[in-house]
């Protein structure tokens, strides 16, 4: 994929680009798939007369939507992250809308990086504390899975050997800091959504949809 749209690009004639990556894709492993984005970065920067901004995003809250029907059932969501890590949690729209506006209106030249680290850092116990706060249910809880269950669960669900050890890899990566924002916390590396707007837009609509009747 990443030979692909580097092709285009250099076939195009295209000279400002702006690359979604992500938080850790400066290192060539020990991040699971973000080493993927690592060889798109290095490949697409190559390409000669393109300026190319790389948007490298943090979390994704639209991760949390993965534990909807997990979260309806059991009041608890379950991660192999330690629960007082703070993540960089952003959402995709907010990502989407600063790539237009910086290929309307950026001014970086040659090869840039741009982290985006949503509102604010939220650990994943705070972000399960906004989450029973929304549905109002005081029994909710997170619960940090070990890498061997992860792996193990996400083997058991028919995910392949090669997926489940990459997506394993950036749990370790994450706990131990491999993967981490370099960039300060400034209003350029902020988004706009916060844990509390998205867990009400978003993951509180759906929780009550997959409510038990």
Not at 96 to 106: F, I, M, T, V, W
Request: glycine share 8%; net charge negative.
């Amino acid at each position: 994929m990443a030979a692909s749209l580097t092709k285009a690009v250099t076939e195009s004639g295209v000279t400002r680009v702006v690359g979604l990556s992500s938080w850790g894709a400066r290192h060539p492993k020990g991040t699971g798939p973000v080493m993927g984005l690592h060889r798109f970065e290095q490949r697409l920067s190559a390409v000669p007369g393109v300026d190319t901004l790389w948007l490298r995003a943090g979390y994704f809250m639209e991760n949390l939507l993965d534990h909807v029907h997990t979260a309806a059932a059991h009041h608890r969501i379950s991660a192999p992250f330690e629960p007082d890590l703070p993540l960089p949690f952003v959402t995709t729209r907010d990502v989407g809308a600063r790539a237009g506006e910086e290929l309307a209106n950026g001014t970086w030249h040659g090869t840039e990086v741009l982290e985006l680290q949503g509102e604010r850092d939220v650990s994943m116990r705070e972000a399960v504390s906004v989450i029973a706060k929304a549905v109002r249910a005081d029994d909710f809880t997170y619960e940090q899975t070990s890498l061997a269950d992860f792996h193990a669960e996400l083997r058991s669900t028919g995910v392949s050997l090669n997926v489940a050890d990459m997506m394993a890899e950036v749990g370790e990566a994450i706990n131990s800091r491999h993967t981490r924002t370099e960039q300060p916390r400034t209003a350029r590396t902020s988004t706009p959504t916060s844990i509390e707007r998205f867990i009400e837009e978003e993951f509180a609509p759906r929780y009550r949809a997959a409510r038990p009747d």
